[in-house]
Protein backbone atom coordinates (compact mmCIF):
# COMPACT_ATOMS: atom_id res chain seq x y z
CA UNK A 1 0.00 0.00 0.00
CA UNK A 2 1.62 3.68 -0.97
CA UNK A 3 0.37 7.19 -0.84
CA UNK A 4 0.21 9.53 -3.60
CA UNK A 5 4.10 10.09 -3.33
CA UNK A 6 4.46 6.53 -3.59
CA UNK A 7 5.79 6.03 -0.07
CA UNK A 8 5.02 2.42 0.92
CA UNK A 9 2.97 2.59 4.05
CA UNK A 10 2.34 -0.15 7.02
CA UNK A 11 -0.26 -2.43 6.35
CA UNK A 12 -2.59 -2.50 10.11
CA UNK A 13 -5.13 -4.91 9.19
CA UNK A 14 -4.58 -8.05 11.09
CA UNK A 15 -4.15 -11.58 9.94
CA UNK A 16 -5.35 -13.60 12.33
CA UNK A 17 -8.67 -15.62 12.35
CA UNK A 18 -12.14 -13.79 13.58
CA UNK A 19 -12.91 -15.32 16.48
CA UNK A 20 -16.36 -14.31 17.30
CA UNK A 21 -16.56 -15.94 20.89
CA UNK A 22 -13.81 -14.49 22.03
CA UNK A 23 -14.47 -11.07 20.98
CA UNK A 24 -17.65 -11.33 22.62
CA UNK A 25 -15.74 -12.42 25.64
CA UNK A 26 -13.01 -9.51 25.50
CA UNK A 27 -16.14 -7.13 25.49
CA UNK A 28 -15.76 -5.26 22.56
CA UNK A 29 -19.16 -7.13 21.82
CA UNK A 30 -22.63 -7.50 23.25
CA UNK A 31 -23.05 -10.13 25.16
CA UNK A 32 -25.84 -12.99 24.25
CA UNK A 33 -27.95 -11.64 27.27
CA UNK A 34 -28.18 -8.21 26.07
CA UNK A 35 -28.59 -9.89 22.35
CA UNK A 36 -31.52 -12.02 23.84
CA UNK A 37 -32.98 -9.09 25.94
CA UNK A 38 -36.45 -8.01 25.42
CA UNK A 39 -37.57 -4.47 25.34
CA UNK A 40 -38.52 -4.67 28.65
CA UNK A 41 -35.50 -5.64 29.99
CA UNK A 42 -33.22 -3.08 28.01
CA UNK A 43 -35.62 -0.29 29.51
CA UNK A 44 -35.23 -2.18 33.09
CA UNK A 45 -31.42 -1.75 32.58
CA UNK A 46 -31.41 1.56 31.41
CA UNK A 47 -33.49 2.90 34.25
CA UNK A 48 -31.33 1.72 36.23
CA UNK A 49 -28.39 3.57 35.61
CA UNK A 50 -30.49 6.69 36.36
CA UNK A 51 -29.41 7.13 40.28
CA UNK A 52 -32.00 9.34 41.04
CA UNK A 53 -34.69 8.30 39.70
CA UNK A 54 -34.08 4.55 41.54
CA UNK A 55 -33.96 6.48 44.95
CA UNK A 56 -36.76 7.94 44.20
CA UNK A 57 -38.69 4.84 42.78
CA UNK A 58 -37.56 3.39 46.48
CA UNK A 59 -38.69 6.49 48.40
CA UNK A 60 -42.44 6.18 46.49
CA UNK A 61 -42.48 2.34 47.11
CA UNK A 62 -41.64 3.07 50.90
CA UNK A 63 -44.32 5.46 50.99
CA UNK A 64 -46.65 3.90 49.34
CA UNK A 65 -46.05 0.39 51.70
CA UNK A 66 -46.80 3.11 54.85
CA UNK A 67 -50.24 3.53 53.39
CA UNK A 68 -51.21 0.09 54.34
CA UNK A 69 -49.23 -0.24 57.74
CA UNK A 70 -50.61 3.16 58.59
CA UNK A 71 -52.22 2.42 61.72
CA UNK A 72 -48.37 0.46 62.80
CA UNK A 73 -46.07 3.08 61.95
CA UNK A 74 -48.12 6.41 63.89
CA UNK A 75 -47.65 6.22 67.51
CA UNK A 76 -50.89 7.65 68.47
CA UNK A 77 -54.39 7.46 66.75
CA UNK A 78 -56.11 9.80 64.38
CA UNK A 79 -58.26 11.07 66.86
CA UNK A 80 -56.41 10.75 69.68
CA UNK A 81 -56.02 14.11 71.96
CA UNK A 82 -54.11 15.11 74.92
CA UNK A 83 -56.05 17.99 76.53
CA UNK A 84 -52.29 18.51 78.48
CA UNK A 85 -50.32 19.24 75.34
CA UNK A 86 -52.44 21.57 73.25
CA UNK A 87 -50.05 23.40 70.63
CA UNK A 88 -46.83 21.45 72.23
CA UNK A 89 -43.49 21.66 70.18
CA UNK A 90 -42.35 18.60 68.71
CA UNK A 91 -39.92 16.58 71.50
CA UNK A 92 -36.46 15.89 70.24
CA UNK A 93 -35.44 12.61 70.26
CA UNK A 94 -31.79 12.34 72.58
CA UNK A 95 -29.48 8.94 73.08
CA UNK A 96 -27.43 10.11 75.60
CA UNK A 97 -27.80 11.58 79.18
CA UNK A 98 -25.57 13.31 81.21
CA UNK A 99 -22.63 11.66 79.43
CA UNK A 100 -24.01 8.47 79.54
CA UNK A 101 -26.03 6.36 76.64
CA UNK A 102 -29.46 4.84 77.73
CA UNK A 103 -30.80 4.90 73.58
CA UNK A 104 -33.27 7.13 72.26
CA UNK A 105 -35.37 8.64 74.82
CA UNK A 106 -37.31 12.11 75.32
CA UNK A 107 -37.48 14.57 77.94
CA UNK A 108 -41.10 15.02 79.45
CA UNK A 109 -42.60 18.62 78.55
CA UNK A 110 -43.82 21.22 81.20
CA UNK A 111 -45.76 24.11 80.86
CA UNK A 112 -46.99 27.38 82.14
CA UNK A 113 -49.60 29.81 80.42
CA UNK A 114 -47.84 33.08 79.89
CA UNK A 115 -50.56 35.55 81.17
CA UNK A 116 -48.88 38.21 78.99
CA UNK A 117 -49.49 37.09 75.88
CA UNK A 118 -51.80 33.68 76.96
CA UNK A 119 -49.45 31.44 75.07
CA UNK A 120 -48.43 28.26 76.44
CA UNK A 121 -44.89 27.91 77.07
CA UNK A 122 -42.93 24.32 77.08
CA UNK A 123 -39.73 24.13 78.49
CA UNK A 124 -38.60 20.19 78.92
CA UNK A 125 -37.70 18.77 82.36
CA UNK A 126 -33.64 17.42 82.03
CA UNK A 127 -34.55 15.06 84.80
CA UNK A 128 -36.51 12.53 83.86
CA UNK A 129 -35.15 11.15 81.08
CA UNK A 130 -37.85 8.80 79.08
CA UNK A 131 -37.34 6.15 76.85
CA UNK A 132 -39.05 5.61 73.38
CA UNK A 133 -40.45 2.03 73.37
CA UNK A 134 -39.73 0.12 69.82
CA UNK A 135 -42.50 -2.60 68.41
CA UNK A 136 -44.22 -2.18 71.19
CA UNK A 137 -48.21 -2.70 72.47
CA UNK A 138 -49.96 0.48 72.70
CA UNK A 139 -53.39 2.33 71.90
CA UNK A 140 -55.59 -0.18 70.10
CA UNK A 141 -56.94 0.46 66.33
CA UNK A 142 -58.86 -1.45 64.20
CA UNK A 143 -56.72 -2.89 61.01
CA UNK A 144 -58.35 -2.15 57.82
CA UNK A 145 -61.84 -3.12 59.67
CA UNK A 146 -60.34 -6.62 60.05
CA UNK A 147 -59.16 -7.09 63.20
CA UNK A 148 -58.55 -5.47 66.49
CA UNK A 149 -54.86 -4.72 66.99
CA UNK A 150 -52.33 -2.56 69.33
CA UNK A 151 -49.11 -3.25 68.08
CA UNK A 152 -46.73 -0.64 66.64
CA UNK A 153 -43.58 0.22 64.97
CA UNK A 154 -42.90 2.92 68.11
CA UNK A 155 -44.87 4.05 71.43
CA UNK A 156 -44.26 6.77 73.71
CA UNK A 157 -42.68 6.03 76.89
CA UNK A 158 -44.92 4.50 79.71
CA UNK A 159 -46.78 7.34 81.24
CA UNK A 160 -44.97 10.19 78.91
CA UNK A 161 -45.78 11.85 75.49
CA UNK A 162 -43.87 11.21 72.29
CA UNK A 163 -44.58 14.39 70.11
CA UNK A 164 -41.91 14.29 67.32
CA UNK A 165 -43.44 17.12 65.42
CA UNK A 166 -45.79 18.64 68.12
CA UNK A 167 -49.40 18.50 68.37
CA UNK A 168 -52.03 20.77 66.79
CA UNK A 169 -55.09 23.08 68.89
CA UNK A 170 -56.86 19.98 69.92
CA UNK A 171 -53.75 18.37 71.07
CA UNK A 172 -53.34 15.82 68.23
CA UNK A 173 -50.13 14.40 67.38
CA UNK A 174 -49.20 15.36 64.25
CA UNK A 175 -46.85 12.71 63.09
CA UNK A 176 -49.54 10.65 63.89
CA UNK A 177 -51.98 12.74 61.72
CA UNK A 178 -49.23 12.98 58.88
CA UNK A 179 -48.90 9.42 58.39
CA UNK A 180 -52.82 9.03 58.55
CA UNK A 181 -53.05 11.83 56.09
CA UNK A 182 -50.46 9.71 53.45
CA UNK A 183 -53.41 7.51 53.46
CA UNK A 184 -55.61 9.77 51.98
CA UNK A 185 -53.07 12.23 49.69
CA UNK A 186 -51.09 9.34 48.13
CA UNK A 187 -54.28 7.31 46.69
CA UNK A 188 -55.88 10.20 45.65
CA UNK A 189 -53.25 10.56 42.91
CA UNK A 190 -53.32 7.11 41.58
CA UNK A 191 -57.33 6.52 41.99
CA UNK A 192 -57.67 9.74 39.71
CA UNK A 193 -55.12 9.01 37.23
CA UNK A 194 -56.33 5.53 36.77
CA UNK A 195 -60.10 7.20 36.15
CA UNK A 196 -58.22 9.89 33.91
CA UNK A 197 -56.43 7.02 32.11
CA UNK A 198 -59.27 4.95 31.06
CA UNK A 199 -61.79 7.59 29.94
CA UNK A 200 -58.42 8.93 27.93
CA UNK A 201 -57.34 5.82 26.66
CA UNK A 202 -61.08 4.59 25.67
CA UNK A 203 -61.95 8.26 24.30
CA UNK A 204 -58.46 9.10 22.32
CA UNK A 205 -58.53 5.67 21.10
CA UNK A 206 -61.59 5.63 19.30
CA UNK A 207 -61.23 9.55 18.11
CA UNK A 208 -57.38 8.02 16.74
CA UNK A 209 -58.95 4.74 15.30
CA UNK A 210 -61.85 6.03 13.22
CA UNK A 211 -61.54 9.60 13.26
CA UNK A 212 -64.31 11.37 11.21
CA UNK A 213 -66.81 13.54 13.26
CA UNK A 214 -66.18 11.65 16.14
CA UNK A 215 -62.65 12.69 16.19
CA UNK A 216 -64.13 16.18 15.24
CA UNK A 217 -66.47 16.32 18.51
CA UNK A 218 -63.20 15.22 20.69
CA UNK A 219 -61.32 17.70 19.48
CA UNK A 220 -63.57 20.52 20.12
CA UNK A 221 -64.64 19.17 23.71
CA UNK A 222 -60.59 18.76 24.51
CA UNK A 223 -59.81 22.03 23.26
CA UNK A 224 -62.87 24.08 25.55
CA UNK A 225 -61.64 22.09 28.41
CA UNK A 226 -58.37 22.90 28.16
CA UNK A 227 -58.72 26.47 27.51
CA UNK A 228 -60.33 26.69 30.72
CA UNK A 229 -57.99 27.87 33.74
CA UNK A 230 -57.99 24.79 36.21
CA UNK A 231 -57.91 25.91 39.33
CA UNK A 232 -61.44 27.82 39.25
CA UNK A 233 -63.06 25.24 37.72
CA UNK A 234 -61.68 23.17 40.49
CA UNK A 235 -62.77 25.18 42.91
CA UNK A 236 -66.32 26.04 41.52
CA UNK A 237 -66.90 21.94 41.28
CA UNK A 238 -65.64 21.15 44.81
CA UNK A 239 -67.72 23.72 46.09
CA UNK A 240 -70.82 22.39 43.96
CA UNK A 241 -70.44 19.32 46.20
CA UNK A 242 -73.03 18.97 49.45
CA UNK A 243 -71.42 19.49 52.51
CA UNK A 244 -74.35 17.30 54.18
CA UNK A 245 -72.50 13.87 52.25
CA UNK A 246 -70.05 10.92 53.90
CA UNK A 247 -67.23 12.02 53.82
CA UNK A 248 -66.32 8.89 52.02
CA UNK A 249 -68.19 10.61 49.13
CA UNK A 250 -66.64 13.78 48.95
CA UNK A 251 -63.59 11.68 49.01
CA UNK A 252 -64.86 9.86 45.83
CA UNK A 253 -66.27 13.51 44.25
CA UNK A 254 -63.26 14.86 44.21
CA UNK A 255 -61.03 12.62 42.69
CA UNK A 256 -63.51 12.41 40.37
CA UNK A 257 -63.46 15.70 39.56
CA UNK A 258 -59.90 15.51 39.19
CA UNK A 259 -59.97 12.57 36.40
CA UNK A 260 -62.97 14.56 34.54
CA UNK A 261 -60.42 17.50 34.39
CA UNK A 262 -57.31 15.88 33.31
CA UNK A 263 -58.39 13.00 30.54
CA UNK A 264 -58.54 15.71 27.64
CA UNK A 265 -54.39 15.77 27.57
CA UNK A 266 -54.17 11.68 27.75
CA UNK A 267 -56.94 11.96 25.07
CA UNK A 268 -54.98 14.03 22.56
CA UNK A 269 -51.75 11.68 23.15
CA UNK A 270 -53.32 8.77 22.60
CA UNK A 271 -55.39 10.03 19.10
CA UNK A 272 -52.33 11.28 17.73
CA UNK A 273 -50.27 8.63 18.55
CA UNK A 274 -52.73 6.45 17.15
CA UNK A 275 -53.44 8.15 13.92
CA UNK A 276 -49.77 7.81 13.27
CA UNK A 277 -49.54 3.86 13.95
CA UNK A 278 -53.06 3.45 12.36
CA UNK A 279 -50.96 3.88 9.05
CA UNK A 280 -48.61 0.91 10.02
CA UNK A 281 -48.27 -3.12 7.92
CA UNK A 282 -49.42 -5.08 10.65
CA UNK A 283 -52.59 -2.82 11.19
CA UNK A 284 -53.46 -3.75 7.46
CA UNK A 285 -52.29 -6.88 8.35
CA UNK A 286 -54.61 -7.58 11.50
CA UNK A 287 -57.72 -6.00 9.64
CA UNK A 288 -57.29 -8.43 6.45
CA UNK A 289 -57.50 -11.30 8.62
CA UNK A 290 -60.54 -9.69 10.30
CA UNK A 291 -59.43 -8.59 13.92
CA UNK A 292 -62.00 -6.65 15.61
CA UNK A 293 -61.05 -2.91 15.67
CA UNK A 294 -61.26 -3.22 19.85
CA UNK A 295 -58.54 -6.01 19.61
CA UNK A 296 -56.53 -4.13 17.18
CA UNK A 297 -56.70 -0.94 19.28
CA UNK A 298 -56.27 -3.06 22.49
CA UNK A 299 -53.28 -5.72 21.21
CA UNK A 300 -51.04 -4.27 18.56
CA UNK A 301 -51.59 -0.07 19.10
CA UNK A 302 -51.53 0.82 23.02
CA UNK A 303 -48.85 -2.07 23.06
CA UNK A 304 -46.29 0.36 21.27
CA UNK A 305 -46.51 3.25 23.21
CA UNK A 306 -47.63 2.14 26.91
CA UNK A 307 -44.51 3.24 28.43
CA UNK A 308 -44.55 6.63 27.49
CA UNK A 309 -47.94 6.66 29.03
CA UNK A 310 -46.55 5.10 32.39
CA UNK A 311 -43.95 7.87 32.02
CA UNK A 312 -46.61 10.36 31.90
CA UNK A 313 -48.74 9.07 34.84
CA UNK A 314 -45.89 9.69 36.72
CA UNK A 315 -45.72 13.32 35.95
CA UNK A 316 -49.59 13.38 36.10
CA UNK A 317 -49.93 11.98 39.67
CA UNK A 318 -48.18 14.84 41.48
CA UNK A 319 -50.34 17.39 40.08
CA UNK A 320 -52.76 15.52 41.03
CA UNK A 321 -51.68 15.72 44.85
CA UNK A 322 -51.25 18.89 44.38
CA UNK A 323 -54.35 19.93 43.33
CA UNK A 324 -55.97 17.80 46.38
CA UNK A 325 -53.71 20.12 48.58
CA UNK A 326 -54.75 22.96 47.17
CA UNK A 327 -58.56 22.92 47.23
CA UNK A 328 -58.56 20.86 50.58
CA UNK A 329 -55.91 24.02 52.24
CA UNK A 330 -58.69 26.74 50.64
CA UNK A 331 -61.24 24.81 52.24
CA UNK A 332 -63.04 23.71 48.97
CA UNK A 333 -61.68 19.99 49.15
CA UNK A 334 -61.82 17.23 51.46
CA UNK A 335 -63.42 17.84 55.36
CA UNK A 336 -62.78 16.36 58.50
CA UNK A 337 -63.21 13.84 59.84
CA UNK A 338 -61.13 13.21 56.75
CA UNK A 339 -57.41 13.77 56.93
CA UNK A 340 -54.97 14.73 54.24
CA UNK A 341 -51.84 16.65 53.98
CA UNK A 342 -54.20 19.54 52.38
CA UNK A 343 -56.65 19.33 55.26
CA UNK A 344 -53.81 19.59 58.14
CA UNK A 345 -52.21 22.38 56.01
CA UNK A 346 -55.68 24.18 56.35
CA UNK A 347 -55.04 24.33 59.80
CA UNK A 348 -52.12 26.87 59.17
CA UNK A 349 -53.81 29.39 57.48
CA UNK A 350 -53.61 31.88 60.60
CA UNK A 351 -50.13 33.42 59.66
CA UNK A 352 -50.70 34.06 64.07
CA UNK A 353 -50.71 30.60 64.50
CA UNK A 354 -47.75 29.74 61.40
CA UNK A 355 -45.84 32.26 63.37
CA UNK A 356 -46.55 30.98 67.26
CA UNK A 357 -46.55 27.14 66.30
CA UNK A 358 -44.39 26.66 63.10
CA UNK A 359 -44.67 22.88 63.45
CA UNK A 360 -48.28 23.29 61.64
CA UNK A 361 -46.68 23.44 58.43
CA UNK A 362 -44.73 20.01 58.36
CA UNK A 363 -47.12 18.60 55.73
CA UNK A 364 -45.54 20.74 53.36
CA UNK A 365 -42.58 18.68 53.40
CA UNK A 366 -43.93 15.28 52.62
CA UNK A 367 -46.03 17.15 49.71
CA UNK A 368 -42.80 18.71 48.12
CA UNK A 369 -40.40 15.21 48.60
CA UNK A 370 -43.37 13.40 46.93
CA UNK A 371 -43.63 15.48 43.89
CA UNK A 372 -40.19 15.69 43.55
CA UNK A 373 -39.76 12.04 43.98
CA UNK A 374 -42.40 11.84 40.69
CA UNK A 375 -40.50 14.09 38.86
CA UNK A 376 -37.29 12.38 39.23
CA UNK A 377 -39.08 9.02 38.61
CA UNK A 378 -40.73 10.07 35.35
CA UNK A 379 -37.29 12.01 34.18
CA UNK A 380 -35.57 8.13 34.64
CA UNK A 381 -38.63 6.71 32.71
CA UNK A 382 -38.43 9.11 30.27
CA UNK A 383 -34.45 8.34 29.92
CA UNK A 384 -35.34 4.64 29.90
CA UNK A 385 -38.04 4.91 27.00
CA UNK A 386 -35.98 7.29 24.80
CA UNK A 387 -34.38 5.11 21.90
CA UNK A 388 -32.24 7.66 21.03
CA UNK A 389 -30.68 8.55 24.47
Not at 154 to 166: A, E, H, Q, Y
Not at 199 to 214: C, E, L, S
Not at 363 to 368: I, L, Q
Not at 374 to 385: C, E, K, N, Q, V
Request: net charge negative; aromatic share 12%; charged share 15%.
Amino acid sequence: MSDKLGVKLDHYVSQETFDPEATMAAGSAPSEKYLKASQTQIIWWRFLRHRLAVVSLVVLGLCYFSVLISEIIAPYGLLTRSSSHVYAPPQRVHVIHEGRFIGPFVYPLDFELNMETLKREYTPDTSDPQRIRFFCFGEEYDFWGLFDASFHLMCPPKDGTLFLLGTDKLGRDMFSRLIYGARISLTIGLIGVTLSYVIGIIVGGIAGYFGGIFDSIVQRITEVLRSIPELPLWMALSAALPVTWDPRLIYLGITVILALLDWPSIARAVRSKLFALREEDYVAAAEMMGAKPSRIIAKHLLPNFTSHLIASASLTIPSMILAETALSFLGLGLRPPITSWGVLLNEAQNIEAVALYPWLMAPMVPVMVIVLAFSFLGDGLRDAIDPHD
